[in-house]
């Protein structure tokens, strides 16, 4: 299964994925999609989709290879591979099909120009219309689900990091064994600038592998 393998990761992400992000500013490091990319996204997101034999996810896709699963973000719910309770309960369902088969390891990565741009904060600014405690706890509560099933999995994960990774797309990647980003990959967590605690153990984890200054 290792030439299958590294055709997977280097397809998803190092090589082929054409990545360009645009737009970024110094006070809030925005990023905009180069429309040109658009088409070749669509392009992409719908071939991916058209060769699979199971259509059970809405916001990922899920291949059953070789020796492993590979799982890819390719978000319908939410803009730019961004994360909400929807994504995060597929993602999960994945990883607990993955822990209980065959399968040796996960190859985890995205569709697209973007790996993850985070919490989808539109999403969650929606629901706190009605009653902010209920849906804060809420909230919550499925954020902590989302990130304990990367600490709870027993088998290897192999994130293969082909664009951005932002917030909660970047904090759970020291949850996983082996991170993989190609030259297009950049990393950020914004939280002091959007009020924002850190998310997936990152206070813990950040400073063990960067160290305390860092």
Not at 137 to 157: C, D, G, L, S, W
Request: net charge positive; aromatic share 10%; charged share 20%.
């Amino acid at each position: 299964g290792t030439p299958t393998f590294m055709e997977a990761l280097a397809a998803n992400g190092t090589t082929n994925i054409q990545t360009s992000v645009t737009g970024v500013t110094a006070s809030k490091r925005r990023f905009i999609d180069d429309r040109r990319d658009q088409p070749f996204d669509k392009r992409l997101r719908f071939s991916v989709r058209q060769t699979e034999s199971a259509y059970r996810y809405r916001d990922i896709v899920v291949r059953k290879q070789d020796g492993f699963t590979h799982v890819l973000l390719s978000t319908k719910s939410s803009e730019n591979n961004s994360l909400n309770p929807e994504v995060m309960k597929e993602v999960q369902s994945a990883l607990n099909t993955a822990a209980a088969d065959d399968s040796k390891l996960v190859l985890f990565s995205a569709v697209g120009s973007i790996f993850c741009c985070g919490l989808d904060f539109i999403y969650f600014i929606r629901r706190l219309t009605d009653d902010r405690k209920k849906e804060s706890t809420k909230m919550a509560e499925a954020i902590r689900n989302f990130v304990n099933t990367f600490i709870q999995f027993k088998k290897p994960i192999i994130v293969a990091v082909n664009g951005p990774a932002i917030g909660l797309g970047a904090s759970i990647l020291p949850l996983c064994d082996v991170v993989w980003a190609n030259e297009k990959a950049w990393f950020q967590t914004p939280y002091t600038t959007f009020g924002q605690s850190p998310d997936g153990c990152s206070s813990l984890t950040f400073p063990r592998i960067m160290g305390l200054a860092s």
